[in-house]
């Protein structure tokens, strides 16, 4: 059916409040990751979750980003305490499990933080 | 962090034209990935060669990987302006999962 969908898509908030960005991945896709793209950085991982395994957590930036997979399917990156450099589009991917599967990516949440 | 470099940064060409772009990376791969990116936004895969392959090719797509030289191409042939966008090589590594590790892109521009 569809493809990832992410919410909302563009999303601006001010420094030092909180946002929650949602991703929907494709039905019966069991990998999901979470990117960010910006300037400065281009595209970098942030998360992956794979199935009822733990999650790879090792590209997060810092402890005000955590993100979770309810029922192995809709995850949400939640970023606390917004900082301005925070500010990139954040794309969400998801698989087939394995490690030779092509990612779909998501159309991406833009996010401002003034 | 970024896996490598891609190169040209940005390249310009005329319709029906080929284009051919180069990504060089650090680490062992499983695989590696040529996505298409518009405007900025969502990512598109394009095609995955395995780090066992040499070559592939997918419609006016063709992907090179030479794993001594830790080095890969991509080819479009016969290029449209519809081909104008940035594209990204992505490297899948060996430690488990498949998270990419992303080049810096080269913008290509085809103009009619």
């Known amino acids: 059916g569809a493809g990832v969908s992410q919410s909302p898509s563009n999303k601006v908030t001010e420094k030092g409040k909180d946002v929650e960005l949602r991703c929907d991945p494709i039905?019966?896709?069991?990998?999901l990751y979470w990117y960010r793209q910006s300037l400065g950085q281009g595209l970098e991982f942030l998360i992956y979750?794979?199935?009822?395994?733990?999650?790879?957590k090792s590209g997060l930036p810092s402890d005000r980003f955590s993100a979770e997979r309810t029922g192995g399917s809709v995850s949400t990156l939640t970023i606390q305490r917004t900082q301005q450099e925070d500010s990139a589009v954040y794309l969400c991917?998801?698989?087939?499990?394995?490690?030779?599967?092509?990612?779909?990516f998501g159309p991406g949440t833009r996010l401002t933080v003034t | 962090s970024q896996q490598g470099e891609e190169d040209p940064q940005a390249l310009s060409i005329q319709e029906g034209e080929n284009a051919t772009m180069n990504c060089s990376y650090k680490?062992?791969?499983?695989?590696l990935q040529w996505y298409r990116q518009n405007s900025g936004r969502g990512l598109v895969h394009l095609i995955l060669?395995?780090?066992?392959?040499r070559e592939k090719h997918s419609g006016r797509l063709r992907v090179t990987l030479d794993t001594s030289k830790k080095s890969s191409s991509l080819l479009i042939t016969a290029s449209r302006a519809a081909d104008t966008a940035s594209y990204f090589c992505?490297?899948?590594?060996?430690?488990?999962?498949?998270?990419?590790?992303f080049g810096t892109g080269t913008q290509l521009k085809v103009e009619l």
């Open positions: 992505a490297t899948g590594g060996t430690g488990g999962g498949n998270k990419l590790t």
């Open positions: 060669i395995r780090s066992n392959e």
């Open positions: 979750f794979q199935g009822n395994s733990a999650p790879d």
């Open positions: 991917a998801s698989s087939w499990m394995g490690t030779q599967n092509e990612q779909y």
């Open positions: 039905s019966g896709h069991t990998a």
């Open positions: 680490t062992s791969i499983n695989n």
